[in-house]
């Protein structure tokens, strides 16, 4: 059982945007931790797409644009292309367990 | 450029240990602020935190698991390793190793291209 609640699947057409939620509580993602995201293609191990919330590393599309209020996050991809097929992860700490928690992870499939 | 490699047995039994190595390349393990985690992800599961270890030999465990996870590295081997005692047909999962960034929390880039363990008698 995730610490940090994502939706199952979002789907979109390409070219569309799709938003993935990542819902916590005040002991993770709230006014003392950030967050980041994690896109992990199929077979392959996963990669950085958002640090500290919103900030991109480089080579990062800027399709891929990260936010956080209060104690939820959300991940958002515009302009959906058939590479973006995968499963992201949303990834903070959690202080009342001393971990570090991931979200249960969400399926994205452009139709 | 940094780099990691997992490598150690695809296939254990339950109640053995495991005993993953962890080799790296572009960072110094006794250099000020550096780590790397490990992680592990049972099949169509979500990521799970194992452990952490830092330049100074601190290092952190996920607390469910504390008492059957040790970390060690070998700085002049660029290595880390990691093992976990009393193996279970549940811990059948991919395990990865991967470099720590310094933010609130940390957050981990690049990972290794994880090493798939099956627990099975």
């Known amino acids: 059982q995730s610490v940090l609640t994502q939706p199952p699947s979002v789907s979109g057409a390409p070219g569309q945007r799709v938003t993935i939620s990542c819902t916590g509580s005040s002991s993770n993602i709230g006014p003392d931790y950030d967050v980041h995201w994690y896109q992990q293609l199929p077979g392959a191990a996963p990669k950085v797409l958002i640090y500290g919330n919103n900030n991109r590393p480089s080579g990062v599309p800027d399709r891929f644009s990260g936010s956080k209020s209060g104690t939820s996050a959300a991940l958002a991809i515009t302009g959906l292309q058939a590479e973006d097929e995968a499963d992201y992860y949303c990834?903070?700490?959690?202080?009342?367990?001393?971990?570090?928690?991931f979200g249960s992870g969400t399926t994205v499939t452009v139709l | 450029q940094i780099t990691l490699n997992e490598s150690g047995p695809s296939l254990v039994k339950p109640t053995q240990t495991l005993t993953l190595t962890c080799s790296f390349s572009?960072?110094?393990?006794?250099?000020?602020?550096?780590?790397v985690g490990w992680f592990r992800q049972p099949p169509g599961k979500a990521l799970e935190w194992l452990s952490l270890i830092f330049w100074n030999d601190d290092k952190r465990y996920n607390p469910s698991l504390r008492d059957r996870l040790t970390v060690t590295r070998d700085t002049s081997k660029n290595q880390v390793v990691l093992t976990m005692t009393n193996m279970d047909p549940l811990d059948t999962g991919a395990y990865y190793c991967?470099?720590?960034?310094?933010?609130?929390?940390?957050?981990?880039?690049?990972w290794g291209q994880g090493t798939l363990v099956t627990v099975s008698s």
């Open positions: 572009g960072f110094s393990l006794s250099t000020s602020g550096v780590g």
């Open positions: 991967a470099h720590r960034r310094n933010w609130n929390p940390n957050w981990f880039d690049p």
């Open positions: 990834q903070s700490y959690d202080s009342r367990l001393t971990n570090y928690v």
